[in-house]
């Protein structure tokens, strides 16, 4: 895909912008429930590819290896796809994460991978193809009025502490992970992901948008790959140019770059 995006709003400022007001889905609610169904349906088709010494093999996750980065993500759309799932994850985690002093989220992640750490290959990916469409349909059903409400939990980016929105959750951060869980499962194993225009390069292009929002500065920015596109605003900004999916590993924080890469985008 190679669409010129122009985000004339853009004013040059220093650093990460404040955002004052609960973050909102940038994309609207029929496309991010077709991306939502789409990519739990090619983490799993991903997972169906290994082959056995692939599970044990380490990724870009912090003591995660390709096996308990998807039996996170099983974990997570468990999560997404009835409440009363949620509330126990959320209650267990909440107490684990006061008790040892830690972020809410490192003990949600950790638990979702304890549950889960007897668990073969194969189940783990039973699990996947069974939960991923529920998950998606619970998240496509969360009714309009909690959509707009904000999750308790304050979020932490670039050391900024910020309000999401329950929409932004369930459209936008609940798709990224496990996209970008993909990619770390396919870097660790020396695969090709499955990309596309039109869902791979939707993902990315939503990424650009944020973090093109994020920092508020003039840039041209040029993607390669199925996933890429140009983008640009303002004269005079930082040009730059590489792979898609290595600029969101880069913005996710799974990589080094200077400049405008410094600014952070939520995964």
């Not at 190679?2 to 496309?31: H, Y």
């Not at 739990?40 to 088709?45: G, K, L």
């Not at 010494?53 to 990724?59: F, H, L, S």
């Not at 638990?111 to 039973?126: K, S």
Request: hydrophobic share 40%.
């Amino acid at each position: 895909m190679s669409t010129e995006k122009s985000m004339n709003t853009a004013k040059p400022q220093s650093g990460q912008q404040v955002r004052e007001t609960p973050r909102r889905p940038r994309l609207d609610r029929r496309t991010s429930a077709r991306l939502a169904a789409a990519e739990y349906d090619r983490f799993a088709d991903a997972l169906a590819e290994l082959a056995p010494e692939d599970w044990a093999k380490p990724t870009d996750c912090p003591d995660w290896d390709v096996r308990q980065v998807a039996c996170h993500t099983v974990g997570m759309a468990a999560m997404a796809a009835g409440i009363r799932e949620q509330l126990r994850q959320q209650r267990v985690a909440a107490a684990e994460a006061a008790a040892a002093g830690v972020p809410f989220l490192d003990a949600l992640t950790a638990l979702q991978v304890r549950e889960r750490a007897g668990w073969t290959p194969q189940r783990v990916l039973a699990e996947m193809r069974s939960i991923g469409p529920r998950g998606a349909r619970a998240r496509r059903r969360v009714p309009s009025l909690l959509r707009r409400r904000a999750i308790p939990q304050k979020q932490l980016v670039a050391d900024r502490e910020e309000t999401w929105t329950l929409a932004f959750l369930v459209d936008t951060i609940l798709t990224r992970d496990p996209w970008m869980h993909r990619m770390d499962i396919a870097r660790a194993t020396g695969r090709s992901p499955v990309l596309t225009a039109d869902h791979d390069g939707t993902i990315v292009g939503d990424v650009v948008g944020e973090w093109a929002e994020r920092h508020g500065r003039p840039y041209r920015l040029r993607l390669t790959g199925a996933a890429g596109g140009d983008w640009t605003a303002g004269e005079g900004g930082q040009v730059i140019e590489m792979d898609a999916v290595d600029f969101c590993r880069v913005v996710s924080g799974r990589g080094s770059g200077g400049g405008l890469l410094l600014a952070e985008v939520p995964f």
